[in-house]
């Protein structure tokens, strides 16, 4: 059983931190046979459906509290640090100055 390939859209977004997230678009996302037509929290346990929502939320009310200023300044830090863990999770040994160029 093959997975299925599914058009979206993103509406623009002047705040986002790459050029694609500003200009907005049609993309495409694939779906694999495993969880097609199963939503997400089919393939979770309630207790972390429930923390996940709870974290979700906390995410969007501090969001809301940050000023645009603010959110240009941390925009550098969190990207880091999301690029720090995926060579993490890849297992690539690599030094914050690599980081920093990739």
């Not at 059983?1 to 986002?16: E, K, N, S």
């Not at 200009?23 to 097609?36: D, E, H, K, L, V």
């Not at 346990?45 to 429930?50: D, I, L, N, T």
């Amino acid at each position: 059983m093959h997975g299925t390939w599914v058009t979206g859209h993103q509406a623009p977004d002047l705040r986002g931190v790459t050029a694609s997230a500003r200009r907005g678009g049609t993309f495409s996302y694939y779906i694999p046979a495993r969880i097609a037509g199963r939503g997400v929290g089919a393939l979770l346990e309630r207790e972390f459906r429930e923390q996940a929502l709870e974290l979700s939320g906390s995410v969007a009310i501090t969001s809301a509290q940050v000023d645009e200023a603010t959110r240009r300044g941390i925009y550098p830090l969190l990207l880091s640090s999301e690029s720090i863990a995926s060579f993490r999770i890849e297992r690539v040994d690599a030094s914050g100055r690599d980081v920093s160029y990739a």
